[in-house]
């Protein structure tokens, strides 16, 4: 089996550049910088693994996000680290010979590729909303999982059932982890998710031989470790108590948080405000638009996108989080304050 070291060298990639890329994937799976040397000894000897990707319920959003990756780039993902054998949209072959092409990857690589799934999968009515050739997406996707080293779900459909999943739900969608209890399954939801965040997680499985260290929602800590509000640019402005009223008002022009606007970053686990979309080029909040919650379960049902979050609205504080809810009181008493200290003034002068 050709080694990525083999591939690398065959492409014309120099040692030089391959240090400086492993030194951003470092970065990027927040490990210390002197493990850049060791994963690039790793890489080089690693084998590329066979990656079979099957798209059900999805809008095609996830594989868009896919190749706008910049760390590694789409080609380099396709062509150097791994082997991508199956493929809806990007591959060239189509109808039978698509099939013959997935059929014989699962045989080839058995017990060591890696199944990747985009999109919720229909249950009711014998899963008959979603077939591929007279065969449901249910069924397909055991076919898949019973030879796979690991299950990646991406995005928010394929983690916890996303929007084909909400109320009132007529197909039966259900997450990846519902129905794959036999295999480890690793969640990548978002959506889409951000395309560093998805190879991020491949070229971690290529490089350790295994599947990163997962949350409670099986979602890899190095993305998914702390929420949007924890990292994000305007947290000062929240500390301070200075929040937008309206998207066209002064505090939305100087910048200021988007919590009275309805921004959930505070209970949601992403990398958006670090990594940021677009070759990190900017991230919703950055645009002016709270998040709305996109990488957690249920977020389409729970809604109240425009509406602040209060503990009762989420469940309860335990849901919410301590250290986000002391946030808010806190943020919450500082505009209070800051309120009544303007009036004064005010009614002073």
């Keep these: 089996m050709t080694t990525l070291g083999d591939a690398l060298q065959a492409s014309g990639v120099n040692r030089r ?25 790793a890489l080089a000897k690693a084998k590329r693994p066979s990656v079979i990707w099957l798209s059900f319920q ?35 072959a189509s109808g039978t010979a698509a099939e013959a092409a997935r059929a014989a990857a699962m045989k080839e690589w058995d017990g060591k590729y890696l199944l990747l799934v985009d ?16 065969e449901s997406f249910v069924d397909i996707l055991q076919q898949g999982v019973k030879g796979a080293a690991a299950v990646v779900a991406i995005g928010s459909c394929a983690s916890f059932g996303g929007i084909p999943k909400a109320n ?38 290529l490089t350790f031989g295994k599947i990163p260290e997962l949350d409670e929602q099986l979602r890899p ?25 309206t998207f066209d008002d002064e505090g939305a022009r100087n910048g200021w948080c988007l919590y009275e606007l ?5 209970i949601t686990h992403n990398a958006c405000a670090t990594v940021k979309w677009n070759a990190g080029t900017s991230f919703p909040i950055q ?21 602040a979050l209060s503990t009762t609205e989420w469940g309860n504080a335990k849901t919410l989080g301590a250290a986000a809810a002391v946030g808010i009181a806190a943020g919450a008493a500082a505009a209070y304050f800051g309120r009544k200290r303007q009036e004064k003034v005010e009614k002073e002068g």
Aim: with cysteine; proline share 8%; aromatic share 10%.
């Design 168 to 205: 009132p739900n007529p197909t039966g969608a259900r997450a990846v982890s519902d129905l794959v209890k036999d295999k480890p399954v690793i969640n990548v939801p978002g959506c889409p998710p951000i395309a560093v965040v998805m190879t991020g997680v491949l070229a971690h499985y």
């Design 221 to 245: 800590r190095a993305f998914y470790g702390d929420t949007i509000h924890d990292r994000c640019y305007r947290r000062p402005f929240y500390d301070q108590g200075k929040f937008a009223k």
């Design 287 to 307: 645009s002016g638009h709270g998040c709305l919650g996109c990488s957690e379960p249920d977020f389409w049902d729970k809604g109240s996108f425009y509406k």
């Design 58 to 92: 999805e809008c095609t959003g996830c594989t868009e996000s896919l190749t706008r990756s910049s760390s590694p780039t789409l080609e380099n993902l396709i062509l150097d680290l791994v082997s991508l054998d199956y493929h809806h949209t990007l591959m060239a």
């Design 119 to 134: 999109g919720s999968i229909p249950t009711s009515d014998g899963g008959i909303y979603g077939t591929w050739g007279g």
């Design 262 to 266: 309805g921004c959930k970053g505070p």
């Design 17 to 41: 550049a391959f240090l400086k890329f492993c030194s951003a994937l470092t970065s990027l799976m927040a490990l210390p910088p002197g493990m850049a040397p060791a994963i690039a000894q």
